[in-house]
Nanobody, 122 residues
């Protein structure tokens, strides 16, 4: 089974950028749709973006505009989330997830990373 590890979180000023990475080990990375979720303090995880197994299809949560870009590299077994023009309301723990079908809901994913904190403040 695939194991996921996120990296790249940190603190940034409003308007700044961060790139989150999710590295997979074990299993067949290409057989999974991959997604990013985020969790604000005291709330449940919410969908951010998803990319299909071979990367041909991406979907994003409403309201993100074109600030975030999801991508994957099957050869490197990695998925990334490029986040630009960050806002204080983007502050959350970001999780990568793998699932057989993809989708907008956390229950559709059965493999999760440990999460990485993103903090946007001045």
């Amino acid at each position: 089974q695939v194991k996921l590890v996120e990296s790249g979180g940190g603190s940034v000023h409003p308007g700044g950028s961060l790139t989150l990475s999710c590295t997979a080990s074990g299993g067949n990375f290409s057989s999974y749709a991959m997604a990013w979720f985020r969790q604000f303090e005291g709330t449940s995880r919410e969908f951010v973006a998803v990319i299909s197994r071979i990367g041909g299809t991406t979907m994003y949560a409403d309201g993100l505009g074109n600030r975030f870009t999801i991508s994957r590299d099957s050869a490197k077994r990695t998925m990334t989330l490029q986040m630009n023009s960050l806002r204080p309301e983007d502050t959350a723990v970001y999780y990568c997830a793998a699932g057989s079908s993809g989708g907008y809901y956390a229950y559709e994913y059965n493999i999760w990373g440990q999460g990485t904190q993103v903090t946007v403040s001045s």
